[in-house]
């Protein structure tokens, strides 16, 4: 039997959810944080004699940070989606869809472009 002491008051399910939803919320964050802080402290040198080379190097450094924000996006779209189901919640469902729908957008960036261009 739990000895509670006499201010704290039992959780009932719906403070017990928000508590969870706050906790998958402040890890996502911090695994988001983390994965950003990591792809941006590691940056080789861009070091080439060729201008063309240096704007084609400068290319893929900016297509994979969007690539990176794309996939933070998937991922969060993705919990949004997991925390709407649980808490039967339409509006965050309709959210977690497009958010999910913006993450493949921005992911596959640089792809859609040489579709579209034809490249």
Not at 13 to 21: A, D, F, G, M, V
Not at 30 to 36: G, I, P, Q, T, Y
Not at 46 to 52: E, G, I, N, T, V
């Amino acid at each position: 039997m739990k000895i509670m002491k006499k201010s704290q008051k039992p959780l009932n399910t719906l403070e017990r959810q928000k508590k969870i939803e706050r906790r998958a919320k402040r890890a996502y964050a911090l695994f988001a944080c983390l994965v950003l802080s990591m792809a941006v402290m590691i940056v080789p040198a861009f070091a080439a004699d060729d201008p063309l080379q240096i704007v084609e190097n400068l290319s893929e450094f900016i297509f994979s940070l969007i690539r990176a924000i794309g996939l933070i996006l998937l991922g969060f779209g993705i919990l949004q989606l997991g925390l709407s189901l649980k808490s039967h919640d339409p509006s965050q469902r309709a959210n977690g869809m497009l958010t999910i729908a913006g993450g493949i957008v921005i992911t596959f960036t640089r792809e859609i472009l040489t579709l579209i261009t034809g490249g």
